[in-house]
Structures are given as C-alpha cells and as structure tokens.
C-alpha cells in the first residue's frame, strides 16, 4: 500500500530558530500533499495545500511567511516552520496522494519550541 | 466552504456492541471520502476510501456508506472490541475534517 515518510518525528529547538520537516511519498507520486497542524485533544486544522510545482495554498489565518512550503517534487514536500516560537508547538502531519486514489498520512512530527 | 460535521464527539460502549458513526458535509459535489482513525499522538491511518460513485465499502468489521445527495457518510463498526478504541474521523476530498468521534470500547 502508499507509504508516507514523514521526519523527523521529534524536534525540539531554540526560540528564534527554523524548522524543517520533511514528507515524502515512498510509493507512488503524489499531485497533492497537504499539512496539518494538531494541538491536543483537538482536531487536525488544514493549514496549506500544495501541488507539484506550484505554490501551496494556505489557509485564511496561516502566515505564508512564517510556514513555508515546497513542492519541488512529486514525492516529496517540505514545511519550513521560521524563526519559531513556543506557540508554535503543536503536531505537524502531512499527507499526499491524489483524489482518485485518496490520501495517505505520515507519522506526524512533534515540534517542541522552547 | 465545504463544512465536515461529525456525530457523535464522543461514544463509550460495552465490547461486542455494534455502533455507528455519523459524518456530514455541506456540499455534495465530492470526489471521494475517506475514514481514518488516530490513537494519541499518533498519525491518522486510513480505513475507508469511498469514491462519489460509490455507496458503501467494506473491510472486515467496517462498513462504510455514503449518500451524496443527502450530505451524509456513516461508519459501521460491528462486533467493537477495546482496540477499536481511537478518534474516528472523516475527510472528504479536499481533506477538510471532521472534529472527530472518539470512540471508547470497554471490555
């Protein structure tokens, strides 16, 4: 079946500095990949939705600048969280494929910003 | 804007009861639906891929219908044992979700 590699699957890292977490399609190639970020005990909120090659779409509230996305490839995307800071702490996951084939998740990544 | 409710937000029920999930959505002109299920902290595996041409798939104790027309999906889970116990949620294809059902099987 599709296989989703997100990594890494923890990081923690200083105030101020950037981020990058990667997600890549082992199996197949993805038109679409999106992200999610995950606060708990709540539901995943959709924060950009990318298409190979093109620019990613982000959703109202989400800062471009701050979380930037790169579709570069079809097999893989990358979310770049930028000079973070500990609100930004949350659980990250991604998830590709096509809209015939539905989509497959990674494992998620756990970003703690201290 | 395309609005995924789910129903109930949270259910707690005796091992072996058979039980029903509820998903809506506002605009019907989808492509598929899926149902995928998340343990804590983990990532969300995926169930059930229904495409819009479809009315219902199954895999093993899972049964999952779809009514286009009607904005409404369920998730049937037969026989539930204490590993199904995780949050259920539905997407449709443009990945927007639900808040989730979160499911508890005692045994």
């Known amino acids: 079946g599709a296989v989703v590699s997100q990594h890494p699957s923890r990081v923690i890292c200083k105030s101020g500095t950037s981020v990058k977490i990667e997600c890549r399609s082992l199996?197949?190639?993805?038109?679409?990949m999106f992200w999610y970020r995950q606060f708990p005990k709540q539901s995943l909120m959709l924060m950009a939705t990318s298409n190979e090659g093109s620019k990613a779409t982000y959703e109202q509230g989400v800062e471009k600048d701050k979380f930037l996305i790169n579709h570069a490839s079809l097999t893989l995307s990358t979310l770049t969280v930028t000079s973070a800071h500990p609100e930004d702490s949350s659980f990250y996951i991604c998830?590709?494929?096509?809209?015939?084939?539905?989509?497959?998740f990674g494992s998620g990544t756990r970003l703690t910003v201290v | 804007k395309q609005e995924v409710t789910q129903i109930p937000a949270a259910l707690s029920v005796p091992e072996g009861e058979n039980l029903v999930l509820n998903c809506s959505f506002t605009d019907s002109a989808i492509y598929n639906l899926q149902w995928f299920r998340q343990d804590p902290g983990k990532g969300l595996t995926s169930l059930l891929l229904?495409?819009?041409?479809?009315r219902e798939q199954t895999s093993g104790r899972l049964n999952a219908s779809l009514d286009k027309s009607s904005g409404r999906s369920t998730l049937y889970i037969a026989a539930s044992q204490p590993g199904d116990s995780a949050t259920y949620l539905c997407?449709?294809?443009?990945?927007?979700f639900g808040a989730g059902t979160r499911l508890t099987v005692k045994p």
């Open positions: 199996d197949f190639q993805a038109t679409t």
């Open positions: 997407a449709v294809d443009d990945m927007r």
């Open positions: 998830s590709a494929g096509r809209p015939v084939d539905g989509y497959t």
């Open positions: 229904i495409q819009s041409s479809q």
